[in-house]
């Protein structure tokens, strides 16, 4: 690491920590913004959360080297962390921290896209299901059951034999299309309850359509609870990447993904665990601060719920 | 109640019918074929056509998917191409292993768990309540198998007091008959076990302490102090009964993730349970291990929310009433 990449790395630090203040500025002004921040861990999730982010969007600045260059292959596999290579380098003689650098893009991206996919579908089957009743809501709950009974890893596991080699979008899709089925149920519940409100017959009474109803009145009061199951979905899907590239079914190599870092480290896990252990830490870290944030998510919207 | 009971088995069957049909179609639709060209190196095309002929694979999809159906109905799960043997074999070797594993994770899970958790939720906001829920969260946002791969570093190969995999000595316990040769078991168990009990265990605490805490804030456990009751018996009793009605989801949420990580921790330590076995069959495509392994984890998984759905109703009388 040369000192630009330093440099660069305490401009990451410093722009998560501009953001957990610009965001904490913002949400003062409101109850449930005040809320948010009086649960003790949602700053310091909120910052490695964009931390991460950061460094993934800046990591040309960050990283020292390109994710796929193999620097000496001859001399410099399986180097313990030093100066040249803060995170030490793994069996193919690549620098591990630029490639955790450069897979948090990846890690991060099939997370938050793959997370957005699944509460879109959830969405919408969980508010035609609950909104329309009848045979519609029987007939997509089955589904949902049927969904639900397969392990979501098996479910993959099966699904992703169907390509020789994935590319990451069509991942991203298969992912997000196995991980709604939850979703779908919470949004359901949520419509079941609002569509016997007033305010719901009173739009219908105006001669809103079906789709206005929904969409304008009540999936924006279903909105809480829709936020924090993604905000604790994410950290699952990136729990569920990294398990598919653990077993090389995931993102394909030699793309850096988090997940398949650990599966290049591990059979040299004895003389150089630096290689399997930073990107779990890695994984470890971004979930925690996901489960964090979304806890005082979930206090913060739910007002009956006074911050503890 | 009965009517209940049988509507809930059809409706479980039905859903672990569309699990196999499901897995049936997509592993068939998987690129390759359990006759690879790898093999056929070694192997003329006549046998790979022969061979294709004699487990069925020539006919057309929907004629292998009847003629599986009517298998599945006289109970036969069909033969594995790999292995040489009847799936069921297969299934059975490998189900005992998945079992114990997951009840020894499940005994970790369950105490360890619960027992942090109404500490936790006792001791709210002192030092020890937020130094174990940091620790809870972190250790609850572990991917399963990274831990499992930390573990096995820690305590196998660097400090030696737990070996690196398997279900026990190859060559002085092949078979578990004997008491040294249970230890042995016991002795290979526990790192799996630990691995995939302290990961759900950290899940439960911080469950067991929300749970806990909403209890205890209620006016009859007041009450219960103000007769004069210990804390013990105010805690234990009063408290703890009606906070444990939430874990009742978490038994039913246990099984599938037990078998979630349960696949990728049999892989870290080469244990040879239903996930190994799984894993390897969806590589191979042996189309019938995969299918069989659906239907037995699915079974399980609906199983579990059945086992769940019971006992709430056996805990709590409003849902009976209900129910019924």
Not at chain 2, 135 to 148: H, I, K, Q, Y
Request: net charge positive; aromatic share 10%.
């Amino acid at each position: 690491m040369n000192i630009w990449n330093w440099v660069a790395l305490g401009g990451a630090a410093v722009a998560a920590l501009l953001v957990v203040a610009v965001v904490r500025r913002r949400a003062s002004a409101s109850a449930s913004g005040r809320r948010f921040f009086r649960h003790p861990t949602a700053a310091p999730g909120l910052f490695v959360l964009a931390f991460f982010v950061t460094v993934a969007v800046a990591a040309p600045l960050v990283a020292p080297y390109k994710p796929y260059q193999q620097i000496d292959i001859d001399h410099l596999q399986n180097r313990s962390p030093s100066t040249r290579n803060v995170l030490g380098t793994d069996p193919f003689s690549r620098d591990v921290w630029s490639r955790l650098a450069y897979g948090a893009r990846i890690s991060l991206g099939i997370g938050a896209l793959a997370m957005l996919v699944a509460v879109t579908i959830g969405g919408a089957v969980g508010a035609t299901a609950g909104y329309f009743r009848g045979w519609m809501d029987a007939a997509l709950m089955r589904l949902v059951d049927v969904g639900l009974a397969m392990p979501r890893i098996f479910a993959m596991l099966v699904v992703v034999a169907l390509w020789d080699h994935i590319a990451v979008p069509v991942l991203v899709l298969l992912i997000g299309l196995t991980g709604w089925f939850a979703t779908s149920r919470l949004v359901r519940a949520e419509v079941l309850s609002l569509r016997e409100r007033d305010f719901v017959a009173a739009a219908r009474a105006l001669g809103a359509g079906p789709g206005r109803v929904i969409g304008r009145h009540v999936l924006p009061n279903a909105a809480a609870p829709i936020i924090v199951s993604a905000a604790l979905g994410i950290g699952n899907v990136m729990l569920l990447e990294a398990g598919l590239s653990f077993l090389g079914m995931g993102v394909p190599s030699p793309a850096p993904s988090w997940g398949n870092m650990i599966a290049d480290g591990w059979p040299k896990m004895a003389v150089a665990p630096w290689s399997a252990t930073f990107p779990g830490l890695a994984i470890s870290l971004v979930v925690m601060a996901l489960n964090a944030v979304g806890d005082a998510l979930r206090d913060a919207l739910d007002p009956r719920k006074e911050a503890v | 109640m009965i009517a209940w009971v049988v509507r809930r088995v059809a409706a479980s069957i039905a859903i672990i019918w569309a699990v196999v049909t499901l897995t049936f179609f997509v592993i068939h639709a998987a690129r390759g074929s359990p006759f690879l060209p790898e093999q056929s190196q070694s192997v003329s095309p006549e046998t790979l056509d022969r061979l294709r002929r004699q487990f069925g694979l020539d006919r057309s999809l929907p004629e292998q998917y009847v003629l599986y159906l009517r298998n599945l109905a006289r109970g036969e799960l069909g033969e594995s191409f790999v292995l040489r043997r009847p799936v069921a074999d297969a299934l059975a070797d490998a189900m005992p292993h998945t079992f114990f594993l997951a009840l020894a994770a499940l005994l970790i899970d369950f105490t360890a768990g619960l027992a942090l958790g109404i500490y936790q939720a006792v001791r709210e906001r002192s030092v020890g309540d937020v130094v174990l829920g940091n620790v809870a969260l972190f250790v609850n946002s572990m991917p399963t198998f990274w831990l499992g791969l930390v573990l096995l570093l820690g305590f196998a190969q660097w400090l030696h007091w737990f070996p690196t995999g398997g279900p026990s000595d190859p060559v002085l316990c092949p078979r578990v008959d004997s008491l040294p040769c249970l230890l042995d078991f016991f002795w290979h168990l526990t790192l799996p076990a630990l691995t995939l009990g302290l990961v759900g265990a950290a899940g439960t605490a911080r469950f067991q302490r929300a749970a806990m805490l909403e209890v205890i804030r209620q006016e009859y456990v007041r009450t219960a102090r103000a007769k004069g009751l210990r804390e013990g018996r105010v805690l234990l009793v009063h408290a703890l009964r009606n906070a444990l009605l939430p874990f009742i989801t978490l038994v039913g949420l246990a099984f599938p993730f037990l078998l979630t990580g349960a696949v990728l921790v049999e892989t870290v330590y080469s244990w040879p349970g239903m996930g190994l076995l799984a894993v390897r069959a969806i590589l191979q495509r042996d189309y019938y291990v995969v299918t069989g392994a659906a239907l037995v984890t699915s079974a399980m998984v609906v199983l579990g929310s059945l086992i769940a759905d019971l006992l709430y109703a056996v805990a709590d009388p409003r849902i009976r009433v209900r129910g019924a």
